[in-house]
């Protein structure tokens, strides 16, 4: 833990506060139908035809059900749509390396997977995507899967800063607005800066490199059929082969990654993600690259503030945010620094710490901070491996991922799945105070708790539910190239990516089969759909209320025993679920490399 | 029924309670509480276990199924406690409820029926010693009546037609005179049958916040359902096959028992403590509203003041020595029998040494108040029928008209002074013998003792205090700033009360009011909170939801503070039982996984003794601390009125951290005592 990460870790941070009010009030006037912008003279046009083209009055706004059936709708058809690129490829232009109809099974997985936002892929984009079904098919949701998370926040924001009312805003305005005057534009500006480090956009072919040393790999053999040949043991059979020439990726990369990080998609545009030098060229792309992760999350919480008409409210949410954040980095990273003992034992280890799987232009420090960053926001871009990180440092991205994606979190979903804790927080604390719990004067009731309970109990499910069937199922296990805790962890890690819509995995679980493909799609569904509603119907329930003069006899959400509060209520209620589940995984497997065992 | 707070040990109870608790494992009861439910469940599977699992843990699982049954029993029990105390204040009740007979009025006759037949509307007749066979109200007579049976004061009370006083209760008792009665409730739904359900917890119902509560505890209950569920195949894949009982012991230990054990005990101790101070809480919602209320709507006179004013003072006129205004003044009042009367007599006494005389010594006779003349006084004989001297006090104007009928005349310096007291609040009695006016008399509403204080504490809660009274504005202004209220309002009629309730209430605030007259009625039913005075009308006992039988207005803040406490004490136990999981892990985790992986034998910090030692004190533990926290429970987390913030704060110290603290030490202990039995 060397003082050149103390020094950036806090250049990080204070680089997040300071672009957290700006970007807040950038979102609240383009949340606010109404609002004004910079874009105006050149965006206002286009906002008003597209309404025209789809039909939409903006004038007019929804109530919660409305609202929610508009979004359900649109990602409905979005991913029906999606589905049928990728089943059709075959027959849809721009498919220049013949690439076939994509089955059903990872279809089905892949529309879900970026209809969630979660950008989990079973596949590898170069082999398996004609460039019609990546441009068409996949990239505008990383757009639109980004905006419906912050409509979402932002129309459960609204329920809590009105009062005696029903509507909660315009789905499709919100949509659009927020795709219009804060992805693009910035996305625009964020690809230019990405240009300017060194990141490519072009429409060039793969160049092919000669390289200087051949290489000999041993792949499987494979008959006329392309079909694996298996030797007596059930084993494939491989052969060696000498690789003289490398294919470079080129293609329109800045502008991909752009979306994928402040859109907290995280879908690499090459499979090496952030570690490779093209999509990551320098330490200051790096940090770029993660302050785009955490802008838009972190502006929310300021949105909140100034919404509530209380900004003290929205930065202690930030501040508990942050709490956790700190708290996952520093974990992992002296998890990492600590390196592995067999290794040390060996004298092979690498003197800074655990170098396995990591890019060596970003070290330990910057592994472990955007390891960290990037399951704290959902959003599963890497630049380093989280399967070859220890076990501790390991168990905090799985862990960052199961608590639900609230620190700092997806593009809305953070803000929103925050706010079901700060509701859960103040029921309790509200009892304590010798009052029925208030919520920024508005009554917190049986429905309210039902419907916070509804959407953690599910988050539950889907996790505990799949990896506990995964775990002891044929199929489940056939996906599974490591042993021991280490296999639990990496099927744990997956559900949990999936219902948390982060997408990063645990390398290690081959994911493409048709089991995986069905599982692993329904849980990113469950995980982003079945929350959405119940907590859709909170909002619903919170715009209806009336709101309680404050008094002294309210106890206030923000300052530090709330802090402590909201932060007690994450650990308690969100977190020890997982435990049992963990102990087993990563933290048994912490104990045993202490004595000795890999896997 | 007699309200002293039952001892947390009384044998008369706990007897009963715990055949009581092995009744309630009716499985139909046990489903309405989740929590426990899951634990009875486990239980009995884990009972099961004793005669599957191998030769060699037996023993263990045989203890764990012990103390997961009685972990059941315990919460049983504390519910059972609860309802216990409250049965003993029903059984003294239905003493009261004897079926009498009852004489009816038919067609202007007198017919004995038995009081059970009465309907609505029947009109009876009661005499001394008769028992009232039914709720109504007296539409002839007057009478006094001994409410002891439901009030426990034994001093009688008076019941008159017409007015404000004229409801009385079945089960009640005619002294004197004789009254007619019209009956205004069918038997079965009378007042009485109504304090016996309450009391009994027959009618309970779970009050709003009590049903979020439980359906976080259920939710958090399914969560950790899942949680054990899915330890199975995870436990079967790592080649730790974790059986059944120790599943169920992980379980127990994690879903909230110690909250969902004690929930409804709770709650019934609320209404419990309310009925001690004498107040009849309709529902347990009105109980836990009053918790809530942030406005209280407090009449002046009873509430706020001595229910009379006093004399405080005296301001003779120019030329009139105060000894003299002083003597006349008590002259005056000598017959006078009236509170404000006698507080001049007293004054008088105190101030000059005047030593109250005997009518009779000095031939007086008295002139007493009427509502033509708005003075009273004495006229003097020294002998003869003519008054020699005629003294009177009275409102000014009426004295001015007295002495100016006389040929004296009114100085325009008592005029002011007249006009200065009104001004401070007081209340101006001008005294005049004869053409002479001598001065004038102060009379002050006296502000109860300590009121000013309980308002600052209010205040300091968060509530807002307005009182309410007839008085004209300047006179409410002057008592308003006296008594510390944060707003008042004057020259108050009944439709202003309801107004301003309305008004609060659509700000968002919650409000509570006392009550006793029929007009009152609309207000107290509109209010949030409305306690109706025993003394009052049928009707505003009728609108209320909450009935105090000592009639004492003052008590409100006593609710007001019993609310709090239950929710309180909900709160806390919420956050102790959530806060006891991370001790609970470390002591079951472990030993979950020292069968199979004995490297992380570190994670054992509280170094139990063994696998099964740690099991067990956990389990043991989880029941242990359902039983020692009954008494917290039934008393209520210790309430002091402070601010929200600091109450917090207080609270998650002793019962978050505590919560997190404690069960580290207890489960140690536990470990140490049953390894030196050779338990585990």
Known sequence: METSGWIQLAIFLIALALITKPMGLYLTQVLDPNGRTWFDPVLRPLERGTYRVMGVRPDQEHNWKQYTLAMLAFSLVGCVFTYAILRLQNLLPLNPQRFAAVNPDLAFNTAASFTTNTNWQNYGGESTMSYFSQMVGLAFHNFVSAATGIAIAAALVRAIARHSAQTIGNFWVDLVRVTYYVLLPICLVLAVFLVSQGMIQNF??????????????????????????????????????????????????????????????????????????????????????????????????????????????????????????????????????????????????????????????????????????????????????????????????????????????????????????????????????????????????????????????????????????????????????????????????????GAGNNGSAFAGLSGNTPWYNTTLGLDMLFGRFLMIVPIMALAGSLVQKKVAPASAGTFPVHGGTFLILLLGTVILIGALNFLPALTLGPIVEHFLMQGGKLF | MTQKPASLFDWNIIGPAIADAFKKLNPRLMVKNPVMFVTMVGAALTTVGIFTTESALRGFVAQLAIWLWFTVLFANFAEAVAEGRGKAQAASLRRARKDTMARRLQNGREVKVPAPILQKGDLVVCEAGDTI????????????????????????????????????????????????????????????????????????????????????????????????????????????????????????????????????????????????????????RAVEAAGDVDVLLLDKTGTITLGNRMAVGFHPAPGVEPNDLAASAQLSSLADETPEGRSIVVLAKEKFGLRAREMHELEATFVPFTAQTRMSGVDLHANGTQPTMRVRKGAAEAVRGFVESAGGMFPQSVANTVDEISHRGGTPLVVASDMMTLGTIELKDVVKGGIKERFAQLRKMGIKTVMITGDNPLTAAAIAAEAGVDDFMAQATPEQKLKRIRHEQSEGHLVAMTGDGTNDAPALAQADVGVAMNTGTQAAREAGNMVDLDSNPTKLLDIVEIGKQMLITRGSLTTFSIANDVAKYFAIIPAMLMVRFSEVAPLNIMHLHSPTSAILSAVIFNALIIITLIPLALRGVAYKPMGALAILQRNLLIYGFGGLVVPFIGIKLIDLIITALHLA
Not at chain 1, 258 to 269: D, E, F, H, P, V
Not at chain 1, 270 to 291: G, I, K, W
């Open chain 2, 133 to 284: 066979p039914a709720d109504g109200d007296v539409i002839e007579g007057i009478a006094s009546v001994d409410e002891a049976a439901i009030t426990g004061e034994s001093a009688p009370v008076i019941r008159e037609s017409g007015g404000d006083r004229s409801a009385v209760t079945g089960g009640t008792r005619v002294l004197s005179d004789r009254i007619v009665i019209r009956i205004t409730a069918d038997k079965g739904a009378g007042f009485l049958d109504k304090m016996i359900a309450l009391v009994e917890g027959a009618r309970r119902q779970k009050t709003p916040n009590e049903i979020a509560l439980t359906i976080l505890l259920a939710a958090l209950t399914f969560i950790f359902l899942l949680v054990c569920v899915t330890l199975k195949p995870f436990g079967i894949y790592s080649g730790a096959a974790f059986s059944i009982p120790v599943l169920v012991a992980l379980l127990v230990c994690l879903i909230p028992t110690t909250i969902g054990g004690l929930l409804s005990a709770i709650g019934i101790a609320g209404m419990d403590r309310v009925l001690q101070r004498n107040v009849l809480a309709m529902s347990g």
């Open chain 1, 204 to 497: 060039k072919p793969y160049t092919k490199a000669t390289l200087v040393e051949p290489m000999k790999v041993q792949v499987e053999k494979k008959n006329d059929q392309g079909e694996t040949i298996k030797g007596p043991d059930g084993k494939a059979i491989t052969e060696e082969q000498t690789i003289t020439e490398q294919s470079i990726v080129q293609g329109p990369m800045a502008s991909q990654v752009a979306i994928k990080m402040l859109g907290t998609n995280g879908g690499g545009y090459v499979n090496a993600n952030a570690a490779d030098p093209f999509e990551n060229p320098t330490p200051l792309s790096n940090l770029v690259q993660m302050l785009s992760i955490f802008a838009i999350g972190s502006g929310l919480t300021y949105y909140l503030g100034r919404m509530v008409k209380n900004q003290k409210h929205g930065w202690t949410v930030w501040a508990a945010m942050v709490t956790l954040f700190l708290g996952g980095v520093l974990l992992c990273w002296w998890a990492e620094s600590s390196g592995n003992p067999i290794h040390q034992h060996l004298g092979v280890a690498a003197a800074d710490g655990n170098m396995e799987g990591k890019e060596v232009r970003f070290g330990i420090f910057n592994s472990a901070l955007f390891a960290t960053v990037t399951t704290d926001a959902s959003c599963g871009a890497v630049n380093s491996m989280h399967d070859s990180f220890t076990a501790l440092g390991g168990l905090v991205p799985l862990f960052n991922i199961q608590l639900g994606e609230i620190i700092i979190g997806g593009t809305g979903a953070g803000l929103y799945g925050i706010l079901v804790f700060v509701v859960l927080a103040v029921f309790i604390a509200g009892l304590m105070v010798g009052r029925t719990p208030e919520y920024l004067g508005k009554k917190i009731e049986a429905y309210d708790v039902k419907m916070a309970m509804l959407s953690l109990l599910i988050l539950a499910i889907s996790i505990l539910g799949f990896s506990g069937w995964a775990i002891v199922s044929k199929w489940g296990l056939a996906g599974l190239n490591n042993g021991g805790p280490h296999g639990l962890s990496e099927i744990l890690y997956a559900f949990s990516s």
